[in-house]
């Protein structure tokens, strides 16, 4: 996203979520190779994933051929955001001819307030582990009744992807840290609301360094609720905030990896929300990432 257009930025990230999907009907990781198998459960903390966001300039024009290339590069776990007007078992063929996995789909909160029972169906047949909320319309003057509320709807969700054998994770963006009628922030409230039986949390690093926020306190004051986390980098330039690929900024990676068992992590996907204008394009951006995370978790 932009460097401060952040407010406008988050509901078109959602729209564009929302629309895509509605076409479906303790050290340093050891390693970074292998397919773990698939299923609900597996963990693949050495498979590196990427939030299929990034590249949606592409995937709009070529889904299968996309695939194949962030296959190519090295990418081995897929986080959908829409399907580009592919069925459940047409992406579930694509990606076991591709050898990779899925181990998450962004879904927006109309679509499982609309059907949750479909996109449950969806996730088992492309066999993910996770529905993860991408946001969520929190009113910013609704107080903490509004994020109470947001947190009881989390829990209903989670309880029916238990039922079907998955999970419910929910996707931070900044605004989350925000404080709650002088109080916790809403980030709290939900982490205080939700089961943890549930609902897991999916850290966005980026945009939880953007707010001012240490992932490393954050891990150590929410221990295990952290399944997976989004790793893109915050640029500094003249003091405005920007995106950047793994490595190109200002986060300490190392630091967060080597707190991976605290923080429960799962699972971890690359996401670049401005990728398509990195020099090179999108594709040069993940490729970026993957070079640099191999070689800090190699």
């Not at 509901?11 to 698939?38: D, H, I, K, N, W």
Request: a negative charge.
């Amino acid at each position: 996203m932009g460097k401060q257009d952040i407010p406008g930025q988050v509901t078109r990230r959602t729209f564009l979520f929302e629309l895509a999907a509605v076409g479906m009907g303790a050290g340093l990781l050891s390693s970074c190779g292998g397919m773990m198998a698939r299923g609900g459960g597996t963990s693949s903390t050495h498979m590196i994933g990427l939030q299929l966001y990034t590249v949606r300039d592409l995937l709009e024009k070529d889904f299968e051929g996309t695939l194949e290339r962030i296959a190519q590069i090295g990418y081995t776990n897929m986080e959908f955001a829409g399907y580009y007007n592919h069925s459940p078992e047409q992406v579930r063929v694509i990606l076991d001819r591709l050898k990779l996995v899925s181990t998450s789909s962004h879904i927006g909160a109309q679509l499982m307030r609309q059907d949750a029972a479909a996109q449950i169906r969806t996730a088992k047949v492309i066999g993910q582990d996770y529905i993860t909320i991408p946001s969520y319309p929190f009113a910013r003057d609704g107080g903490i009744d509004t994020w109470k509320k947001g947190a009881a709807e989390f829990n209903r969700w989670g309880a029916l992807c238990r039922d079907a054998g998955i999970r419910l994770a929910y996707h931070n963006h900044n605004a989350e840290f925000n404080a709650v009628e002088g109080g916790p922030t809403g980030y709290d409230v939900l982490m205080r609301e939700t089961d943890p039986a549930l609902v897991d949390f999916e850290m966005d690093l980026y945009w939880t360094a953007f707010a001012g926020q240490d992932p490393l306190a954050l891990f150590a004051k929410y221990p295990g609720r952290f399944a997976m986390w989004h790793v893109k980098d915050l640029l500094l330039t003249q003091g405005a905030k920007s995106m950047a690929p793994a490595g190109g900024g200002t986060l300490d990676f190392k630091s967060y990896f080597a707190r991976a068992s605290q923080a429960g992590m799962k699972h971890f996907f690359v996401e670049h929300d401005t990728a398509a204008s990195y020099p090179g394009g999108s594709l040069a951006s993940v490729q970026a990432s993957h070079t640099y995370l191999h070689g800090i978790l190699e």
